[in-house]
């Protein structure tokens, strides 16, 4: 998805993937597999950002079928032609900013959709018939529109840096004796840190579609552990 993003925010028109028939991949992960449901993905994805998902295609293909190869570049660029330039061509226009804008954001979350959809990317269709509705608009859509956030609740964290050990792309600000911060602009939204948090801390919560409060400011981040706070009481 991050491939397809970046030919995307450099303003190429259409992307064209090719890879192996299915049942044919040379790798035990069958990774031909995942990049149909991939596409079939981003294709949902390209019509909740306004763009039209014909400009992507995936093409499975043998090293010896020569005719399918020069068959598919020819109808692909045809394709792309009737469509026309990349945001122009979308019935409505969308001007080179609000598609800058819509790249980033999508590519903000392209690890948390792999996250999120793991379990049917990893999914083996054998079938073009149930290519159709794998994913549908309705899915994609609440995907999109109700992402979530983790928070850590400064009132609640003990820094006992259980969360910043197994945050898989260190996106926890983590000092000891302090209250830890996830780096939002860090943070890829797996969830672990929620599930790792201490239960007798519960210090993590998870929002959808809400605003995350600011962290305190630097000054204010030593924790005030429970065990002294009830000595002082
Ligand atoms: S959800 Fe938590 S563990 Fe996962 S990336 Fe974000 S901060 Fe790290
Ligand atoms: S695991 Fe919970 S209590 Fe420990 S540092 Fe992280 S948020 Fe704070």
Known sequence: ??????????????????????????????????????????????????????????????????????????????RIKEIGPLGKGEGETISGEELNTKIAEISKLVPYIKVMKNEKLCTHLESKDQYEEFFTKEEVEKLLNEVVSYYIDPAKCQACMTCARRCPVDAIISVKGQIHIIDQDKCIKCGTCIQVCPPRFNAITKLVNEAVPPPPPEDQRAVVRKTKEKEVA
């Open 1 to 78: 998805m991050s491939f397809i993003l970046r030919a995307l925010s450099k303003g190429i028109d259409g992307v064209l993937i090719g890879a192996c028939h299915l049942g044919e991949c040379n790798y035990i992960t069958h990774g031909n597999y995942q990049a149909v449901n991939m596409v079939l993905l981003f294709k949902r994805i390209m019509e909740h950002m306004g763009l039209n998902p014909d400009r992507l295609r995936i093409q499975l293909m043998s090293g010896s079928e020569s005719n399918v190869f020069v068959e598919t570049i020819n109808s692909f660029v045809k």
